[in-house]
């Protein structure tokens, strides 16, 4: 059974950074991909970036040269790296995994994943 979870939300001004991070347990193939998404009080969830285990990363364009994904090696923790963070940042950030990787240009749409964390508030002002 896939645990996910999430930490290290907050507030923070603009132009600050945070590091969010999801510990992962259960996830006991060796092929997976990993990503973050986002969703603002109503708008859509948006894919934010993935990081697969041969270490493929994708980044969604509003966050390319802001954000940066990693994982520690070992035992399974995502990290997402936020700086320069603008109020359209805001929102909920949720992790999520598949035991297997997707195709690319399918890595930061919701559908390939089967586990979801609980998700950690992100408020920039």
């Known amino acids: 059974h896939v645990q996910l979870v999430e930490s290290g939300g907050g507030s923070v001004q603009a132009g600050g950074s945070l590091r969010l991070s999801c510990a992962a347990s259960?996830?006991?193939?060796?092929?997976?991909?990993m990503a973050w998404f986002r969703q603002a009080p109503g708008k859509e969830r948006e894919g934010v970036a993935s990081l697969d285990s041969d270490g493929n990363i994708s980044y969604a364009d509003s966050v390319k040269g802001r954000f940066t994904i990693s994982k520690d090696n070992g035992k399974i923790t995502l990290h997402l790296q936020m700086n320069s963070l603008k109020p359209e940042d805001t929102a909920m950030y949720y992790c999520a995994a598949a035991p297997y990787r997707p195709l690319a240009m399918y890595r930061l749409l919701g559908g390939p994943y089967g586990y979801w964390g609980q998700g950690t508030q992100v408020t920039v002002s």
């Open positions: 259960g996830l006991t193939s060796r092929t997976y991909c």
